[in-house]
T-cell receptor, first 112, second 114 residues
């Protein structure tokens, strides 16, 4: 089955700096890659996603890049703010299937 | 976006007892799922809740321990049976829609077994 690895497990940045979280996947059949943000005491919230027919997608301060050949994808957050502090999970799936395979999470702390 | 109401939000239970968690969605969804998130860990799929039929369980999870019901397109329950401290986790309901990608998660049930 699919195996998703996520790095780093913890990340601290100064407010205003950029943060990058990286994930790799093993199954070349995976074609959908969402990113979730989980704040303390809440369920994960979808923040951005990308399909395998696209190399990059941006939404304001966040962007995701995908390298299908290398089987890795990354989340980029620019101009970080304290409210970006949370745990971020990447995931990989096949759009026609049910199973989402989640990474192990990255705890991001933005220092004011 | 969908509104998912998950109850209870948290509970402390005695070992050997059972707890039923409810998930109510404000619109009809294609699929409903139950996840477990152990402290500081990632999300693990327990099962897919199928409307009107038995749930589909992932490896390591069995119906006797985690019975699931889904009587209609907007409601599901997960029961954690004969609980032990190892069952202490956050249990999350999630749903998917035919016309959009990704899952929407409920806010979770934080279960502590003592």
């Amino acid at each position: 089955g699919e195996n998703v690895e996520q790095h780093p497990s913890t990340l601290s940045v100064q407010e205003g700096d950029s943060a990058v979280i990286k994930c790799t996947y093993s199954d070349s059949a995976s074609n959908y890659f969402p990113w979730y943000k989980q704040e303390l005491g809440k369920g994960p919230q979808l923040i951005i996603d990308i399909r395998s027919n696209v190399g990059e997608k941006k939404d304001q301060r966040i962007a995701v890049t995908l390298n299908k050949t290398a089987k890795h994808f990354s989340l980029h957050i620019t101009e970080t703010q304290p409210e970006d502090s949370a745990v971020y999970f990447c995931a990989a799936s096949i759009l026609t299937g049910n199973q989402f395979y989640f990474g192990t999470g990255t705890s991001l702390t933005v220092i004011p | 976006s969908a509104v998912i109401s998950q109850k209870p939000s948290r509970d402390i239970c005695q070992r050997g007892t059972s707890l039923t968690i409810q998930c109510q969605v404000d619109s009809q969804v294609t699929m409903m799922f139950w996840y477990r998130q152990q402290p500081g860990q990632s999300l693990t799929l327990i099962a897919t809740a199928n409307q009107g039929s038995e749930a589909t369980y992932e490896s390591g999870f069995v119906i006797d321990k985690f019975p699931i019901s889904r009587p209609n397109l907007t409601f599901s329950t997960l029961t954690v049976s004969n609980m032990s401290p190892e069952d202490s986790s956050i249990y999350l309901c999630s749903v998917s829609y035919r016309d959009r990608d990704g899952y929407t998660f409920g806010s979770g049930t934080r279960l502590t077994v003592v």
